[in-house]
C-alpha cells in the first residue's frame, strides 16, 4: 500500500512539471503560429543553384 502513495505522489509531481512546461511554452509564443508549419510542406523551395554549382574553370 505504500508503494501506491509514492506512485501517486510521483504522478503528481509529473504532472505538475509538464503542466508548468506548457505553461512556460504557451508563454515564450511556442504556440502562436500552428498554420504555418502544416502548409510548409507545400511551398516550393527558392532555387540554390549558385551555392550547389561547380565551376568547370581550373582555380589557377
Known amino acids: ?3 501506491l502513495y509514492f506512485l ?3 504522478s ?3 504532472a505538475l512539471i509538464f503542466l508548468a ?3 512556460w511554452a504557451s508563454k515564450t ?3 502562436d503560429d500552428v498554420y504555418t508549419p502544416g502548409v ?3 511551398f516550393d523551395d527558392e532555387d ?3 551555392e ?5 574553370q581550373p582555380s589557377s
Do not use: E, P, T, Y
Request: glycine share 8%; with cysteine.
Open 52 to 56: 550547389n554549382h561547380i565551376s568547370k
Open 29 to 31: 509564443g511556442q504556440h
Open 8 to 10: 501517486v505522489g510521483c
Open 48 to 50: 540554390k543553384s549558385d
Open 1 to 3: 500500500m505504500n508503494i
Open 40 to 42: 510548409r510542406i507545400l
Open 12 to 14: 503528481v509531481l509529473m
Open 21 to 23: 512546461a506548457f505553461f
